[in-house]
């Protein structure tokens, strides 16, 4: 304990005596933190977006006017007979029109002639997942092209909500590629940093550490001050990104939810604490590990 208090105070007095240098490393690793916490934040509220869209993905098949009863019939019995769907319903002309009336203004639906709108069948499904499948199925059935309102395309007759998720994934591997390629450089920089700090902290007590050689000092007790110096400032570089993070979610995602409320961010449940527990730990790891690169090349012991 009495080594572990000696290691803070000199990490201390080097980081005083080399104020410039810690100030700079301390900054490259918040900043680098920061970018990494807030891609981590904003994904967790893709990944509750995506899972809510998920959830709630139907297929829509648009029938065509003078369908038969029995095949509009046969074409449920079908869909319903899948495994991965949950419910089938029949939405009639009128029942569409009056779900239109309710999304749009009335004049509007005043200005249409007539019903325009077709009717449909909505399938629910029990796995959402496998929604493109089920969508395939349906189209390869022969009474599905005798039904819908476009026979000469009846891929055009058929709408399903996979493709937003699928845009929502483009949209979030991007990001991530974009902050991974960021992180990578600003963790390289924040090594450099830590690595120029050290060496001046090693060079400032060269003479000191070559006494501590002659009185038979061991090769942790000389280490230890220069690892500590490394472990404080990505410490305090963590500290400043989480709580730097922390009054941007608390301030900004509760507006979000406000603003967009049909989207599902609730940030009282959203579990950010696992964000600052790996934020600390890899600006521990950045600390440690430049401390000992630094150590590696300038300090024989």
């Known amino acids: 304990m009495r080594s572990f208090f000696y290691f803070v105070k000199e990490a201390l007095l080097n980081s005083k005596k080399n104020f410039g240098t810690t100030f700079g490393a301390i900054v490259t690793i918040f900043l680098s933190l920061l970018v990494i916490g807030v891609f981590m934040v904003t994904s967790l509220v893709i990944e509750r977006v995506v899972r809510s869209i998920e959830s709630q993905v139907s297929i829509s098949i648009f029938l065509a006017d003078e369908a038969a009863d029995g095949d509009v019939t046969a074409l449920i019995t079908f869909i319903d007979s899948l495994p991965e769907v949950a419910s089938v319903s029949h939405v009639s002309k009128d029942q569409a029109l009056e779900n239109f009336k309710e999304m749009t203004s009335s004049g509007i639906v005043e200005q249409l002639d007539g019903n325009p709108l077709p009717a449909s069948l909505e399938v629910e499904l029990a796995e959402p997942d496998q929604v493109e499948t089920v969508a395939l199925t349906i189209q390869a059935e022969p009474v599905y092209t005798r039904v819908v309102d476009n ?18 994934f483009a949209v979030t591997d991007i990001i991530m590629v974009v902050c991974i390629v960021l992180v990578v450089m600003l963790i390289f920089v924040a090594l ?13 007590r060269r003479k000191e550490i070559a006494i501590m050689r002659l009185v038979g000092a061991s090769n942790g007790f000389i280490r230890g001050p220069f690892l ?25 995602l509760p507006q979000l939810s406000e603003l967009l409320s049909w989207l599902p961010i ?36």
Do not use: C
């Not at 395309?153 to 996979?162: E, F, L, T, V, W």
């Not at 400032?233 to 993070?245: D, E, F, V, Y």
């Open 151 to 168: 026979p000469d395309n009846p891929a055009d007759s058929i709408r399903y909500g996979q493709q937003i998720v699928k845009q929502l």
């Open 192 to 204: 450099v940093f830590i690595n120029n700090t050290i060496r001046l902290a090693i060079l400032a």
């Open 228 to 252: 500590m110096e490394g472990a404080l400032q990505s410490l305090i570089g963590a500290g400043m990104a989480i709580l730097s993070i922390h009054l941007l979610a608390s301030r900004f």
């Open 266 to 301: 609730d940030y009282a449940s959203m579990e950010i604490w696992r964000v600052y527990a790996l934020l600390t730990a890899v600006g521990l790891v950045i600390g440690l590990f430049g401390s000992a690169w630094a150590m590696r090349r300038y300090l024989k012991v």
